[in-house]
Nanobody, 123 residues
């Protein structure tokens, strides 16, 4: 499975960004997809997570400023971040819990990560 992120870049404080992450491969179904972020030398922290049935979970630091959504037909998760702050500047990683199908039709779960997309916020 491959996760490809896009949408990162340089934004002024107070601005908005929409990140996308598309999954591809021998996917049977997607259990959940979400986003984490990591600053240099720090641990990777959860930003938002979208489970089946439209349930979402956001970290407190972004509550009220982000919307996470998932398009199951496109196997894509989106993260809209509004009112960006300098402390939001990080590398954002897509994470997915995917139900894979092997060539022999066996189903198995796989946890996958994208390569990350840089978000820079200028003050």
């Amino acid at each position: 499975v491959q996760l490809v992120e896009s949408g990162g870049g340089l934004v002024q404080a107070g601005g908005s960004l929409r990140l996308s992450c598309a999954a591809s491969g021998s996917i049977f179904s997607i259990n959940a997809m979400g986003w984490c972020r990591q600053a240099p030398g720090k641990e990777r922290d959860l930003v938002a997570w979208n489970t089946g049935g439209g349930r979402t979970n956001n970290t407190d630091s972004v509550k009220g400023r982000i919307t996470i959504s998932k398009d199951n037909t496109k196997k894509t998760v989106y993260l809209q971040i509004n009112s960006l702050k300098p402390e939001d500047a990080d590398i954002y990683y897509c994470n997915a819990d995917i139900r894979m199908i092997a060539p022999n039709a066996t189903l198995y779960n796989r946890d996958s990560w994208g390569h990350g997309t840089q978000v820079t916020v200028s003050s």
